[in-house]
């Protein structure tokens, strides 16, 4: 029975709440250790601490809008920062996000598109999870691939994907977004982070696809899969 548990694939997507702080990461990381089949992590971007709380993505839509106009951005962007450098030190990461943040910021300049803003949240926290966890982190935009029109391309994302993970032990794949052949980056619609999962578990013949969510402190699996 052991051996049978230990050569199981799972696919485990967590949410926003379940990601919002250092405290809620430390309870992810608990969950996926428990279990050795938990190989394959889809996270979304952090979510609200506390009813009075910004979403990651919401703030990113923010900074963005604003950098595209030539109006303020830095303040939010420093917003932005903090919460990321808030959760790596509560997770006591020897971990550095200046040159990602450097990036997307030069990018938010050059107007890359509020698909590229709104994917920045879960990319980032897919590199925090990776460093936590131990795993490898896989970029979306490497492994997700959408047309020129923005239609999902389901039969090369599954090829491209299956063969990417098929020598990888434990990964860590963000959520939400993927990129065009010419490395735009596209995202799903709100939520999307659901469908990256279930992309991941039908790319790596997974035995089965958990989905997480944070209800009342408590991360129990959505009885809808």
């Keep these: 029975m052991t051996e049978e548990k230990e050569d199981m694939k799972k696919v485990v997507k967590f949410g926003g709440s379940s990601l919002a ?3 809620q990461f430390k309870k992810v990381g608990d969950i996926i250790r428990s279990d050795k089949s938990r190989r394959y992590v889809v996270p979304s971007a952090p979510g609200k601490r506390n009813d009075k709380d910004e979403k990651v993505t919401d703030m990113l839509y923010q900074c ?3 950098a595209a106009e030539g109006k303020s951005y830095k303040k939010i962007l420093e917003k932005i920062k903090s919460r990321y450098v808030e959760i790596i030190d509560g997770l006591d990461l020897n ?3 200046d040159h990602e943040f450097e990036t997307i910021e030069e990018n938010f300049l050059k107007k890359a598109g509020r698909d590229y803003a709104a994917s920045r949240g879960e990319y980032l926290n897919g590199i925090v999870m990776a460093s936590y966890l131990g795993y490898e982190f896989i970029d979306a935009a490497e492994v997700i691939f959408f047309d020129e029109d923005g239609s999902f391309e389901a039969e090369t994302t599954n090829r491209e994907l299956g063969e990417r993970l098929e020598h990888v032990e434990r990964a860590v794949i963000p959520g ?13 619609s709100r939520g999307g982070s659901d469908v990256t999962g279930s992309i991941v578990a039908k790319a790596i ?4 696809y958990e989905n997480w969510t944070d209800v009342s402190g408590f991360l129990v699996a959505d009885p809808r899969i």
């Design 21 to 23: 702080s250092a405290r």
């Design 64 to 66: 963005y809008d604003a």
């Design 95 to 97: 971990l550095n996000l």
């Design 176 to 188: 939400f977004y993927g990129a065009t052949h010419d490395g735009s980056i596209r995202t799903f």
């Design 205 to 208: 013949h997974a035995d089965m």
